[in-house]
């Protein structure tokens, strides 16, 4: 076995180049429950305002009337704590955390008045008919919705946590995809089970005073042996686990031990260090620990440790192994680096950068079609490198599809006029969507938006920059969603100060009141639907769209495009001298209940 100080050498080179995923990883455990969940707590000592405690005591007040039968009274409860609320909003306009308006307030009131808890209950008295019926079966409800929740994800986590941390000792890369390694292995409910009957064992022996610690150590090593082999039976891990920490757990106290240090630093910062580096570099040095006493047990032929047959999980596969596994995959890598005649200069700029093409000749589909290619056999890359653990490899097949082209392409490259066209179909789609909404809202049609013209063109330009500012992101789902909402709301919040600039003063729209605001320019609602619309544009709509628009005749479209845009033209330099204003269109006020007007 190699020294603490040798483990912790070790430790520390791992986390530094796997930072990010690893500190993600214990703060997941963390919030979750798994473990860790001292970091948390002192970090959230004394966090909620005064205003929260009295608002919290209030819902208990009101889901306990509605539990003893007297409904009417917990409504009134939640009502008032409501109107309270919303004359707090009333007070402070500029408030970010706005709760008297919009979607996501009507969300954050239900829970933090107790009105939802409030409506279910009193629909379960009307059906049942007796308090105490319900009350027994919320109660069951609830403990059993905990412990679902314990099982299938607080129980197991630390497997999945253990298998990234072991992947990180051998491999350059691990992906954000090996958190769900065990829903692509099809084990996830039989690691479930495996952990919870080690919690269940251990359960039983905190019930001896002896138990409590020697049993803690004998079963340190289900995580990862279960890890390595999600396929072991339970009792076979569990047994494993003792037999390889036979003689050991003394050596492993003292390890944990040479933590009190971290302990105490993490006590006096809150917690801090422990979230950025001591849980992490923690675990970090446990994997070492048990990848050194798995090759000691190897050495000496324990039984079971047959079980452990993971070898690319700590050694790196020939290159021979590779190729012939992922013989597809480099295949597919080659093509997609045989040399196309690419487009040059400021065409080279647009089509790569921005997904712009200048022609729709034959060409550049075939340049496009490879691209998107290569865009799919990029996840592989890695894996054919050595940097990054082939799943192929892994001991459970792993369901993994062979690249294959997509039935909408995504991946593509748009024609100018194309663009144009979509401009105005996605800012007429806004002016339509606007006017639904106040019809829908309101009972009343009301043309929205500065310009004359049935168009919005904050939609058109919010649609295009999705398309051509965020091209190099759209490989990447994750990242293309925040990129969207990032871009929308930039857009959004300048082109509100802009208008108001322009306008003395004036406003087209005015979230104040509303959830996650800022300066009633923005929130968080109406981005998270930029971002949702935004995708479904990237994704679905705008593909759609251009396979739509490449079959109109050339010249056609491009006479369209150069009416639709004349009359932009037009109604922008109208709309500058009289631009629409009025009711439904400027006049933004917070409604509030009539006790407080």
């Known amino acids: ?3 603490r100080r040798e483990l912790k050498k070790k430790a520390r080179k791992n986390l530094k180049h796997h930072y990010p995923i ?12 798994t473990e860790f969940i001292g970091s948390l707590n002192l970090t959230s000592t004394k966090m909620f305002p005064e ?37 707090r909003d009333k007070k402070d306009q500029t408030k970010i955390l706005g709760r008297s308006r919009g979607v996501f307030a009507m969300i954050v009131n239900g829970f933090s008045t107790g009105s939802i808890y409030v409506t279910f209950i009193t629909g379960m008295n009307s059906i049942i008919g007796h308090p105490n019926i319900t009350s027994i079966i919320l109660v069951s409800a609830s403990l059993l919705l905990s412990f679902l929740l314990w099982f299938f994800l607080g129980n197991m986590y630390q497997v999945i ?15 954000m995809q090996r958190f769900l390694f065990l829903l692509r292995t099809k084990r996830w409910y039989k690691t479930a089970w495996t952990m919870f009957v080690t919690s269940a064992f251990y359960s039983l022996w905190c019930l001896t005073i002896i138990g409590i610690a020697i049993k803690r150590y004998s079963y340190m090593l289900v995580p990862y042996i279960v890890a390595e082999n999600p396929n072991i039976k339970t009792l076979d891990a569990i047994n494993l686990s003792r037999k390889m920490m036979d003689g050991h757990k003394w050596e492993c106290f003292k390890l944990e031990l040479s933590y009190l240090g971290w302990s105490i630093l993490g006590f006096f910062t809150l917690g801090i260090t422990e979230i950025l580096y001591s849980n992490p570099y923690k675990v970090a040095t446990m994997t070492e620990y048990y990848a050194n006493l798995r090759k000691v047990k190897k050495e000496e032929n324990i039984p079971g440790i047959e079980k452990l047959n993971d070898t690319y999980l700590y050694e790196k596969a020939p290159k021979e192994t590779l190729e012939q596994e992922y013989a597809d995959v480099i295949q597919g890598l080659k093509k997609s680096q045989k040399k196309l005649k690419k487009p040059q200069g400021i065409k080279k700029i647009l089509a790569e950068f921005f997904g712009i093409s200048l022609s729709d000749t034959k060409e550049a589909e075939k340049i496009e079609s490879e691209d998107r290619k290569a865009q799919k056999l990029e996840i592989f890359k890695n894996v054919v490198r050595g940097k990054e653990y082939p799943m192929r490899l892994f001991t459970i097949a792993e369901r993994h599809q062979r690249p294959k082209l997509d039935t909408i392409n995504y991946m593509r490259r748009y024609y100018i006029w194309s663009l144009i066209a979509m401009f105005f179909i996605f800012a007429i789609i806004g002016w339509f969507w606007e006017v639904m909404l106040h019809i829908i809202a309101d ?13 919005l063109p904050i939609y058109g330009y919010g649609g295009i920059l999705c398309l051509t500012v965020l091209n190099k992101f759209r490989a990447k789902p994750l990242t293309q969603f925040i990129a969207i909402i990032l871009l929308c709301g930039t857009i959004e919040y300048f082109t509100a100060v802009y208008l108001e600039y322009a306008y003395n003063g004036q406003k087209w729209w005015d979230y104040t009141g509303y959830f996650l605001n800022l300066h009633g320019r923005i929130c968080a609602e109406g981005l998270l639907v930029f971002g949702l619309g935004g995708m479904a544009v990237v994704y679905i709509v705008a593909p759609l769209l251009d396979n739509i628009i490449q079959k109109i005749n050339r010249k056609k479209l491009i006479t369209i495009c150069c009416i639709l845009l004349t009359l932009f033209i037009f109604d922008n330099i109208y709309s500058k001298k009289a631009p ?5 269109i400027t006049d933004y006020q917070i409604i509030l209940p009539k006790k407080l007007k």
């Open 580 to 584: 629409n204003i009025g009711k439904g």
């Open 51 to 87: 205003n929260i405690i009295v608002e919290s005591k209030k819902v208990d007040q009101a889901v306990e009337e509605a539990l003893n039968g007297d409904s009417k009274k917990g409504k009134q409860t939640t009502q008032e704590l409501k109107e309270e609320i919303i004359e």
């Open 22 to 33: 690893f500190m993600v990883a214990c703060i997941i455990a963390a919030f979750i429950g």
């Open 1 to 3: 076995m190699e020294t």
């Open 161 to 175: 946590s253990r298998r990234i941390f072991l992947e990180g000792r051998t491999y350059e890369k691990v992906p």
């Open 443 to 455: 009972g009343e049609f009301v043309k929205r938006g500065v310009l004359q013209g049935p168009w």
